[in-house]
Nanobody, 117 residues
Framework: QVQLVESGGGLVQAGGSLRLSCVAS????????MGWYRQAPGKQRELVAS???????NYGDSVKGRFTVSRDNANNTVFLQMNSLKPEDTAVYYC???????????WGQGTQVTVSS
């Protein structure tokens, strides 16, 4: 059984930092990328950052220059370093494992990030 377990969310003041971690366990094959999405109340889920098996990264426009995604391929772990946090970064952050167009993605249960002004 595949499980994605996220950690590191919480409450932080604007300008602060948080680091999210996600460990994917179980038999997972065909991983092409791992990453993070977020969903704020009343809004659609959006890409925050992703990283491929060879280290290519992709960021949402609103987090470029502030967030950094990294990955430990050997342990199926993905990290998100979030700096200079803003109140608009407040959302539930979801870990994602992408397996290309033919296989379904895996998702974590989500971790709350709240940035106070």
């Amino acid at each position: 059984q595949v499980q994605l377990v996220e950690s590191g969310g919480g409450l932080v003041q604007a300008g602060g930092s948080l680091r999210l971690s996600c460990v994917a366990s179980g038999r997972i094959f065909g991983i092409t990328a791992m990453g993070w999405y977020r969903q704020a109340p009343g809004k659609q889920r959006e890409l925050v950052a992703s990283i491929t098996n060879v280290g290519s990264t992709n960021y949402g426009d609103s987090v470029k220059g502030r967030f950094t995604v990294s990955r430990d391929n050997a342990n199926n772990t993905v990290f998100l370093q979030m700096n200079s946090l803003k109140p608009e970064d407040t959302a539930v952050y979801y870990c994602n494992v992408n397996r290309g167009p033919l296989l379904r993605d895996y998702w974590g249960q989500g971790t709350q990030v709240t940035v106070s002004s």
